[in-house]
């Protein structure tokens, strides 16, 4: 007896791309991670039509336009907030929020806080370049303190946050780091995410040639290494020990807890309001303000 | 003249029980079948401090609190003071007060004339002689019930249900004093011909602004809510998260109002009906997602519950002058409809419609209601609360062959799949973009695709031409006002009618795109106009102007929040211009 054929793969990565070319740079790091969602796409077999990309503004904020699946590219900042949406609202859906630093930590920022508190059942994938491309290079929040950009012609004054840290701090239950130059890296990363129940952070250095020169990508090609094989992924102080990292750029999974997400908190939430009940009607609501004695 | 109706205004400090006094006559009056407005009023305090209540009761329609109070009931002059202007006895209004209040007044201080009564009344002694020295406002209602011949047995069964829900002892206390009122009232002079005579009909429905537009949206379909509380909507948001779980719904209440809107944007393209609720403030940080629902062509619906701007302004008072922000608010030429509640059920169905115009025409709608009806309760018919529900077209097979999102169609508007539509994939943006969603920047697409936006305006127009006409088809004054003006101005309307002359109001429910027609009909039946608003800047008026003549000699009635449109204000302005004596010179 001979055993049943393995299943072929339904969906090979081709399949997950649209015919609109990206309007990045010739040696955007953005390919690396478009590329690479592609592959992590068919490697977790996502059902195109049962998925969903959303972003906000900047370079990287175009990527659903090259996405087969729904696909939202919003306003500057509100990702997440739109995602939020997608996710509560179709839990049979899986949500992708995708975009830049700028986008997600400046102008975001408030809303990443709180989706990472609330576990928010989405994966967002951060594609960090260090600066603002689409508005042709001035300073973002993950400038380094020092650098030159069209609005710190004296060099950058202010600190640069590391967005790995703060995604830990407000409550993400999953955080992770890729170099988008390491392309099997990234992918092995992006299906993690995926798997990943709750809200998975994934923050991908993404090289900007135009506005950072040859030389960030060289730079972060030299510091990629990644996390030593004994990293305790539950422990915060563990995970912050790899946050603010200057000489190196260590890759991987710096964070992994199990915890429900807010779907699930949501679903119990439904559960308890009706008691064993069913479904509720509007007459039903609409008696309660008759005067009952 | 036979007594219309009833309106009781009762006044004290906090721990008084103001709010359960007027809880108890609304309900008992909803219980009998009689039309009851309610309206309450607080001082700045987050929890304490002086309240006032307003109960207008009446056997036929009412459409307005009663602004000349028949009834004052007043537990503390001190408090009393603070509600200066707002709460105002009739001159020949029966003021009962605490005899052991240390502050005094004078009949003369608030205009009592000979023919209104001065009551002293035991009010504290009272409750303290039962036992339940905190139950002034059941000896209080005791009171009422006696000279004012409210349904007796009716408030007994609602003090019982309201004291002894918990412990049946507290209930007993409370109907001691609710006794000891009654007794104490049969000691009272007799005023039968200030008595509500009324026969017991079949019990409404009483509900606010706020808890009807939540129900409209419920009975729309609405499963997803997303908001963040703001002063005076925030009930809707605690309604939703209610009952919506039951419901198999879902209510985030999320960081700020741009989330809010972003995650009702998020969810309506994810193809579940969703909703919104916030004041002006909000409304100013939900423009841009406004902007990127008109631009994607999303469905969304917000409600506006107006306080008086600008900024923090007056977070619990009322006003009209989020007009220009709903219409206007936001870059770029973006198209949103604009509807306006004008009473309690009005906010249902108001509601309702707006998800109806939103799915069909995959646009965003500003529903505007206001403090004072999104937060007075009102008593409605309960078979009134029905409304036809209109879903989103989903694209059929032919559609899905090359499926166009954005198909350029006569009407402008175009099968909207939704994630889980298998060959309705398609990738959108706030980007002006081609057929398919991609994005585009020529400027010859950008021409085509407003003009696609804009022209679902016209069939919006022409399918809801919704607005309202009171009066005689040819008056000698017209009123054209919005929202919440209605109640007083429909009651000064027909007050008009009884004295015999000849006043008509022009109500919009659909402010844009306005019905411009109908305006222009009721502008030509009527010898001279009178618009009135609460707007210190005359926005309505303006407003109207921008796509209507008016005549030069319209009269603009108009000023700032902070205080309801009266019926007597609409009644001194209808006065002014067509009384008698006017013509005779006198007044």
Not at chain 1, 223 to 245: I, M, N, Q, Y
Not at chain 2, 157 to 178: D, H, I, M
Request: glycine residues 10%.
């Amino acid at each position: 007896m001979s055993a049943a054929p393995p299943a072929l793969p339904v969906f090979v990565p081709g399949d997950y791309k649209t015919d609109l070319k990206p309007v990045w740079c010739p040696g955007c790091g953005d390919f690396g991670v478009l590329t690479a969602l592609y592959r992590a796409m068919a490697e977790l077999q996502l059902t195109p039509e049962l998925t969903a990309v959303v972003s906000g503004i900047g370079c990287s904020s175009r990527l659903p336009g090259y996405v087969e699946t729904y696909g939202f590219n919003t306003v500057h900042g509100r990702a997440l907030p739109l995602a939020t949406g997608v996710a509560v609202s179709r839990p049979d859906v899986k949500v992708i929020a995708v975009g830049g630093d700028g986008d997600g930590l400046a102008i975001g920022g408030n809303h990443f806080m709180h989706s990472a508190r609330r576990n928010l059942d989405v994966t967002y994938i951060l594609m960090d370049n260090e600066i603002y491309g689409l508005t042709k290079g001035q300073v973002a929040p993950t400038t380094p303190t020092g650098d030159k950009t069209k609005t710190t012609h004296y060099g950058n004054p202010e600190p640069a946050v590391d967005p790995c840290e703060l995604a830990i701090s407000f409550g993400a239950t999953w955080v992770g780091r890729a170099f988008s130059g390491d392309l099997k890296g990234t992918v092995e990363l992006i299906v993690k995410a995926l798997r990943h129940r709750g809200f998975a952070f994934l923050n991908v250095m993404s090289p900007c040639v135009t506005w950072r020169g040859d030389d960030q990508f060289k730079t972060l090609k030299a510091k990629a290494r990644p996390l030593p094989a004994g990293h305790d992924v539950t422990s915060r102080f563990e995970a912050f020990k790899f946050t603010r990292e200057t000489d190196v750029l260590s890759t991987g999974v710096l964070y992994d807890v199990k915890s429900p997400s807010l779907n699930d908190r949501l679903d119990t939430i439904k559960v308890t309001a009706r008691a064993g009940a069913p479904l509720v009607t509007v007459p039903e609501i609409v008696k309660t303000f008759l005067p009952s004695f | 003249m036979s007594r219309r109706d009833l309106t009781i205004a009762m006044v004290g400090a906090g721990g008084d029980g103001i709010v359960t006094m007027g809880d108890i006559l609304s309900q008992a009056g909803a219980r009998n079948g009689l039309n009851v407005i309610k309206t309450e009023a607080y001082g700045p305090q987050i929890r304490g401090g002086e309240s006032s209540c307003v109960v207008r009761l009446s056997p036929s329609a009412i459409y307005e609190q009663g602004d000349a109070v028949d009834v004052l009931v007043v537990f503390s002059w001190a408090d009393f003071g603070r509600f200066k202007g707002e709460v105002q006895p009739a001159p020949n209004a029966v003021v009962l007060f605490d005899e052991a209040d240390p502050v005094a007044r004078t009949r003369e201080d608030l205009g009592i004339g000979a023919d209104g009564h001065w009551l002293a009344v035991p009010f504290s002694k009272l409750a303290g002689d039962a036992g339940a020295k905190g139950s002034k406002n059941v000896v209080g209602l005791g009171v009422l019930t006696a000279l004012f011949g409210l349904a007796e047995e009716t408030i007994r069964r609602a003090v019982v249900k309201r004291f002894g829900r918990k412990k049946a002892a507290v209930g007993e206390l409370a109907l001691k004093a609710y006794e000891a009122g009654l007794v104490h009232g049969g000691t009272l002079p007799p005023m039968p011909e200030r008595g509500l005579t009324f026969t017991p009909g079949p019990a409404k429905l009483l509900m606010s602004g706020n808890e009807a537009s939540a129900i409209g949206a419920l009975h729309a379909g609405c499963r997803f809510f997303a908001g963040y509380p703001i002063t005076p909507s925030t009930e809707i948001l605690q309604f939703a998260e209610e009952w919506l779980p039951k419901m198999g719904g879902s209510v985030v209440q999320t960081e700020d109002e741009l989330s809010a809107i972003g995650a009702v944007v998020g969810a309506s393209f994810a193809g579940v009906k969703s909703m919104t609720a916030t004041s002006g403030p909000g409304l100013s940080l939900m423009t841009e997602m406004l902007g990127l629902a008109s631009m994607a062509e999303v469905p969304c619906v917000v409600v506006d519950v107006q306080r008086g701007g600008p900024s923090t302004g007056l977070p619990t008072k009322s006003e009209q002058s989020d007009l220009w922000q709903a219409v206007f608010a936001g870059h770029g030429d973006a198209p949103r409809v604009v509807i306006a509640a004008s009473d309690v059920e009005d906010c249902f169905h108001t509601t309702v419609e707006a998800f109806n115009i939103a799915e069909e025409f995959q646009v965003p709608v500003i529903v505007l209601t206001d403090q004072s009806i999104g937060q007075r309760r009102e008593t409605l018919d309960p078979t009134r609360l029905v409304h036809e529900v209109v879903d989103r077209a989903v694209p059929t097979a032919e559609d899905l062959v090359e499926y166009k999102r954005y198909r350029d169609t006569p009407d402008g508007y175009s099968p909207m799949s939704v994630p889980g539509q298998k060959g309705g994939i398609y990738q959108t943006n706030g980007l002006e973009h081609d057929e398919f969603g991609r994005p585009a920047s020529m400027a010859h697409v950008h021409e085509t695709m407003n003009a696609k936006r804009y022209r679902k305006l016209k069939p919006i127009r022409d399918k809801y031409q919704r607005a309202r006409r009171y009066g005689p088809a040819k008056a000698d004054l017209g009123i054209v006002c919005w929202g919440s003006s209605k109640g007083a101005v429909k009651e000064a309307v027909l007050m008009a009618e009884e004295r015999g002359e000849k006043v008509a109001a022009f109500i919009p429910q659909m402010i844009f795109p306005f019905p411009v027609k109908a305006l222009e009909e009721f502008l030509a039946s009527v010898k001279r106009v009178l618009v009135i608003e609460i707007s210190y800047a005359a926005q309505f008026y303006k407003y109207l102007r921008t796509f209507t003549t008016l005549p030069e000699n319209t009269i603009i009635f108009k000023r700032s929040g902070g205080k309801n449109l009266t019926i007597s204000e609409v009644d001194d302005q209808i006065r002014k211009f067509l009384s008698p004596d006017r013509k005779k010179g006198v007044a």
